[in-house]
């Protein structure tokens, strides 16, 4: 069974430009999020899915610098991106991690890829997720969706409307019919705590989060940032007035 991360990732972004090159403890947004994602014991392969736009190569350089699997497909179809690099990579499992996200923790990510192996043995579940099947209660940013190559298959050749192709997985949670769902919760809900990088506020609350654990821990975890929280709860006030996008349908 191949597993692969595939993470999505472009310059463009409307709030923050050029944020996933953006540093922090001298490495790129993204490189943080491929070396904390390389310490996972079930990933084979880790895919950078970027586009096919100009200002994109400097995501291909280094890829290429970092010796990191990448893709270049369309930017709106950010689904037929994932179908076209889970193909290419001949993907059994697909992870699905953003860009945006430089905390991401390798630990949940195991415990959560050994649940769904476990069930697709038993149950060939199709998708499991920690926020679109259950109720949030991971920080934003946490975010991690596991899906089959079959579902996704089935999710490009279906899937029709704008929303569900620009944000890949719509179609498969909204869908329970056509697909075996699975969810994912923390035993406490840390939902309220905003931990992605969005906006240069974001970006200012994560560097603040780095430069306290990063020399201590360079792959500290969720119950590292969280006890930071706990003791420095104004750090917090930097970024609690930045809404989350909703889903456009």
């Known amino acids: 069974m191949k597993i692969d991360v595939i993470i999505q990732a472009r310059m463009g972004s409307t709030r923050l430009p050029n944020k996933v090159l953006m540093k922090f403890e001298e490495k790129t947004i993204l490189e943080h999020v491929i070396n904390r994602l390389k310490l996972s014991g079930y990933i084979n392969d880790i895919i950078i899915a970027t586009t096919l736009n100009e200002e994109d190569e400097k995501i291909v350089k280094l890829a290429e610098k970092i010796h990191v699997n990448y893709f270049r497909g369309s930017e709106e179809d950010v689904l037929g991106r994932y179908y076209y690099a889970a193909k290419q990579f001949q993907s059994e499992i697909v992870v699905r991690i953003t860009s945006d996200c430089p905390l991401v923790d390798y630990e949940i990510l195991d415990k959560m890829l050994i649940i769904f192996i476990e069930r697709y043995t038993e149950s060939n579940i199709d998708f499991l997720s920690n926020t679109d099947v259950v109720e949030s209660t991971f920080p934003r940013g946490f975010d991690i969706e596991i899906f089959t190559f079959k579902a996704l298959e089935k999710t490009y050749f279906e899937a029709n409307k704008q929303y569900q192709r620009e944000h ?8 329970p019919d056509k697909f075996k769902l699975c969810g994912y919760a923390n035993d406490v809900n840390y ?52 809404k989350q996008k909703q889903l456009q349908k």
């Open 168 to 175: 890949v997985t719509p179609y498969i949670y909204q869908n």
């Open 191 to 242: 939902s309220n705590y905003r931990l992605t990088v969005d906006t240069i506020e974001d970006f200012n609350l994560i560097k603040f989060i780095y430069n306290k654990c990063y020399n201590e821990n360079k792959y500290f975890n969720l119950n590292a940032v969280l006890e930071l929280l706990k003791s420095h709860p104004e750090i917090t006030d930097i970024n609690k007035n930045i």
